[in-house]
């Protein structure tokens, strides 16, 4: 089993920012992908960023690009999402989740999940 604690959400104003960490523990796999999700009330659980083992070839929503940056540190099994110009849209709990696949936007492909974050922007 592999457990994931993510932290770092709050509260904060629109145009602020934010840094998430995700640090996994357990049966850690050789090389696993790694993502972050977020879900609002109301909605379905979505994409945000993913990022592979080695650090390269990140993927983001679209939503996100040019404001959101994911990376990882392997030595410490910590993954992060910094998160700048926020806006109030992106209110939601978010998630990190670890797959032993490559990095997908689906959330199927993940197989471990923490058990979420609040973020919550105010205008």
């Known amino acids: 089993q592999v457990q994931l604690v993510e932290s770092g959400g709050g509260l904060v104003q629109a145009g602020g920012s934010l840094r998430l960490s995700c640090a996994a523990s357990g049966r850690i796999f050789n090389t696993y992908s790694m993502g972050w999700f977020r879900q609002a009330l109301g909605k379905e659980r979505e994409f945000v960023a993913g990022?592979?083992?080695?650090?390269?070839?990140?993927a983001y929503a679209d939503f996100v690009k040019g404001r959101f940056t994911i990376s990882r540190d392997n030595a410490k099994n910590t993954m992060y999402l910094q998160m700048n110009s926020l806006k109030p849209e992106d209110t939601a709990i978010y998630f990190c989740?670890?797959?032993?696949?490559?990095?997908?936007?689906?959330?199927?492909?993940?197989?471990?999940w923490g058990q979420g974050t609040q973020v919550t922007v105010s205008s």
């Open positions: 989740a670890v797959s032993r696949g490559s990095t997908s936007s689906y959330a199927r492909a993940y197989d471990y």
């Open positions: 990022i592979p083992w080695s650090g390269g070839s990140t």
